[in-house]
């Protein structure tokens, strides 16, 4: 029996779906359900209760998936310090990133990152925030970033940032000269805003209701980019996050205009499932993200010394390696 083979069938029942499992691990659908039955027959019990119509495990299959757990934890628990003990810093990182942190908030700390670590490869999924959290929890990536991450307790939320929410309008719209935006003066204007399962979205109709606004969008959207379109054309007004909309300040197609009173922000959050190991090479990308030291392990050490670095440093490769930063764009991204 194979890692591989324990590694299908854990992912088959957290995502109960043959056709997930087998994206996830690069086969068909059918080379599941053949792993599936090998591993019937070398256990000699049945795995799945195939007498439900919903995905069920047997008692059997129950056991052996808690055991299949704790194969693949120890085996990633000896790699990730076998990689440390060596100082190794290589790898895959997968990320899935709700579009508007992708697009403005992750490039200069890939990049940054990349500098420093060139033989890491970072790859970068776009998603709606429902799917970040699902990813994560079925494992699908390492690591999630979100805005306004949600309390779950199969998660480990890590703070990032906060962008300020400012409000955006067409350079000749009458607020465009304003250089404080009394919340109040949208009660006139039309409002450009988010779908209402869109996070930032709740945060918005938070700051309506502290100022007593009853406002009714005139379009909905479910991403920046189209909101921000929407606003160029002069066919309303929008509040986004500020670092999201610097380009556009700068090229003179919107003009932002800070909120009056308070300060409402939108926090963002990395996030990785709880109990998961984190490789030295997902350590250190956490750790350009926050600026802080990367996070240990419950049961590992401490961050690598100042000798430590400087001897990976000596033992790093002069040559440049080509990295790939695959980024797939799902054609449904969030705000």
Known sequence: MHLENFKIFSDLVESQSFSRAAKLNGVTQSAVSQQLRAMERFFNVLIVDRSQKQFRLTREGAKLYESSKDILYRYEKLKSELQEMRDVISGTIHISTIYSIGLHELPPYIKSFLHEFPTVNVRVEYRRANMVYEDILHNSVDIGLVAFPQKIRQLEVI?????????????????????????????????????????????????????????????????????????????????????????????????????????????????????????????????????????????????????????????????????????????????
């Open 159 to 335: 703070p990032f940032i906060e962008d300020r929410l400012i409000l955006i309008c067409h350079p000749e719209n009458a607020l465009a000269q304003k250089k404080l935006l009394d919340p109040q003066d949208l009660a006139k204007s039309r409002f450009i805003g988010f779908d209402p399962d869109i996070p930032t979205r709740k945060a918005i109709d938070q700051i309506f209701k502290e100022h007593k606004l009853d406002i009714d969008p005139v379009m909905e959207f479910d991403n920046i980019e189209t909101v921000k379109r929407a606003v160029e054309i002069d066919a309303g007004v929008a509040i986004i996050p500020e670092a999201t909309v610097k380009q556009e300040v700068r090229q003179g197609l919107l003009k932002s205009i800070p909120l009056k009173g308070k300060q409402f922000t939108r926090p963002l959050a990395i996030i990785h499932r709880k109990g998961r190991i984190l490789t030295p090479a997902m350590k250190r990308f956490i750790a350009t993200l926050t600026g802080g030291r990367p996070p240990a392990d419950k049961e590992t050490a401490q961050a690598p010394s100042t000798e430590k670095r400087a001897r990976r440093k000596k033992l790093r490769q002069p040559r440049k390696k080509q990295v790939a930063v695959a980024a797939q764009l799902s054609s449904n991204h969030n705000g």
